[in-house]
């Protein structure tokens, strides 16, 4: 029997280009499903995008203090995943830093210096505690202080996973969904995708392969355009992170963390698990970029 055809279908949603490969004999079938796929990114995207004026995250952003409003079932699973994340890594990934990001980047992406006033009120209108969810009815809350949410750094996770899942339903027995070069998942095959240096883009880090995982990147090469929840200022001293774990949201969202969490604090969240690896990238000052790794299960910290 001769191997399966590779079919390939772009599509441009979510400010990205996402791509599905399908592994099947018909192509026919490989671009319904394809299509169906995109159909769903689309509708995420009016959903999900801080920048659509009627869209779920829009009127959150939009509501008058002590407001509330009803999102679609998917807006609110998203925003409980983000909820979930956030404590999980102790605050470090949170979508609400909405405020500080427009406080510390300009339009065109340059670094601003705002002044302490615009931080302190910033910081009033940051944090997932100044949600409330509730899942009877997927009315989402505010209370004194509105938060400016941005679901960026776990929406296209989030939509690769459901486009995964649709994929399956329709009988698709192997592909890989990718959205830009930020979050990927894969099944029914192995799936090779690699993570590359940061100074040196044509040196592979590592190649993973995705079988039932997901691999998700955050990293500053085009703007520190990640907000330290800690500090609340922009991301300093680590230049990219890696997470592969099965979910691709999941994986979104930790390589975001995992640009603001230490390298201890990493070690003890990969310790945990038996289902997780990831690579971060520091800045190694005169020595160079400095490669930290952490394994399934492991729990350590090897650098190259």
Request: aromatic share 8%; net charge negative.
């Amino acid at each position: 029997m001769s191997a399966p055809l590779l079919h390939r279908h772009s599509h441009h949603a979510m400010a990205t280009l996402f791509e599905v490969f399908i592994a099947d004999e018909d192509p026919m079938f490989a671009a319904g499903a394809a299509q169906a796929a995109f159909d769903e990114f689309d509708r995420l995207e009016q959903e999900l995008s801080r920048y659509r004026p009627n869209s779920d995250i829009a009127r959150i952003n939009n509501l008058p203090p002590g407001g509330e409003t009803r999102v679609s079932a998917d807006t609110f699973a998203c925003l409980q995943l983000a909820h979930q994340y956030w404590h999980t890594t102790n605050g470090a990934f949170d979508i609400t830093m909405g405020a500080l990001m427009d406080a510390w980047v300009a339009p065109d992406k340059s670094l601003r210096d705002p002044h302490a006033a615009e931080i302190e009120d910033a910081v009033r209108r940051s944090g997932m505690q100044l949600l409330t969810l509730d899942e009877s009815t997927y009315l989402v809350g505010v209370g004194e202080y509105v938060p400016k949410i941005d679901p960026g750094a776990i929406g296209k996770g989030y939509a690769v996973d459901v486009c995964t899942e649709l994929l399956r339903d329709w009988g698709v027995g192997a592909a890989l969904v990718h959205g830009g070069t930020s979050s990927a998942a894969g099944y029914g095959r192995a799936w090779p995708v690699t993570a590359s240096s940061f100074a040196e883009p044509r040196r592979v880090l590592r190649e993973f392969v995705l079988d039932g995982l997901a691999l998700s990147g955050s990293g500053v090469k085009k703007g520190r355009h990640i907000i330290d929840t800690r500090t609340h200022r922009p991301v300093a001293g680590r230049h990219a992170a890696w997470v592969c774990v099965p979910s691709a949201t999941e994986s979104d969202a930790l390589s975001t963390a995992f640009m603001v969490m230490s390298a201890e604090e990493i070690a003890a969240f990969c310790a945990a698990r038996t289902d997780m690896q990831a690579i971060v990238i520091d800045d190694g000052g005169a020595a160079g970029e400095r490669v930290l790794r952490f394994g399934w299960g492991s729990g350590g910290v090897a650098g190259g």
